[in-house]
């Protein structure tokens, strides 16, 4: 998904599920924030770089692809972009490292979207920002890893995109780093094919390019994983259901629910705007900001003010070192942390090391990956507060 999704529906669907016009900003800022996070960005912040929720391009470009290197990447789009749907799912007459590559395809209403957003629950409004970002992309990401392989990203000629008039066109992906899709012709920008199994050019749906990220999209392909079985993809209802799911989520963070239960999605809610909002998904365009906006305006009668990457630096920067995990992105910093920790906890005890070795830190302490050691810094500190 792209900015019009995490930062102004986010905000529309945080409006319509109580929250305060200010409360909507700040987490529609942070799930937006999560595509935004690189440790480049982190370093000019003085910030931890373990807090790291994306990679830019030139990042990934420079790196490694050795075990290490692949359990760093996988930590961070595994956690945030391409939530494992099915830890323990079983491939008959598959290898073990193929079988656990194969948990790691994104799916909706997956086993760790609850415990994604129980840490939303006992955390921040930053935490519930991290949350829906993680919950949209589940919808957009479906059948996609958010590791490098060959075998699960990689897409062929069988790409069809399924127009509206009912019609279909094979999809024309090209490797032209800066060119714009040409929606018209059905031209896309992909990563541009390796025959490596961890090419870097492999991860996550960079081999389909924007398409899972454009809302109105419709297409229908044939991956190497899925048994010859033809996979079609429709947007449009993907995105509404995972707009009616944050609502539901969002309510139940505000302690509207006693629990968070997967498939419920609070389509009641959202009734009134259901045409608007089904009109903005299906239009043919790269960016879909303006609309959001204005659906945001017209629910909340306040003014949504662009996303500002810049906004809430200067308060890091200039405050004390003792108050930083205080400001708005040191508690942005410390709910991404736990975010991955969690994930990649529950990776490892799955039987699978693709995200590193870890031990839950919140019962063991620190040991194994450095990323946590802010974590368990700050649980010592808590304990002696107790």
Known sequence: MQMDFHYYATYC???????????????????????????????????????????????????????????????IWASFHFLPGDLHAQVKKASRHYQNKYRLICRPNSALLPDTVELAKAGSLQAAGIAMHVLADTWAHSCFAGTPSLVINNTNFYFYELLPDGKERQVDFRHSPGAPDDLEKGIYNSSIYQNSENAIMNLGHGRAGHLPDYSFARYRYLPAWGNCEEIVKDNPSDYYQAFCQMIYAMKYLRGLYPSFELCRYDTGSVAPWETEIRAILTKRQPDACAEWKALGEKISGKEVEAFDLKRYHAEYLEAPEEEKDDSFLGRFFLAALKQKSMVTNKIYKSGSLLAGFSVDYSEKGFRGIRDYIKLAEQKKGDDRDD
């Not at 909507?24 to 931890?48: E, G, K, M, N, W």
């Not at 391009?57 to 692809?65: D, K, P, S, V, W």
């Open 13 to 75: 669907a945080a409006v319509i599920a109580g929250y305060s016009h200010e409360d909507s900003l700040s987490i529609a800022y942070s799930a937006q924030f999560v595509d935004c996070c690189s440790r480049t960005l982190l370093s000019t912040l003085h910030a931890p770089g373990a807090a790291a929720t994306t990679q830019l391009q030139l990042e990934l470009m420079n790196a490694r692809t050795d075990l290490v290197g692949l359990q760093d990447i996988t930590r």
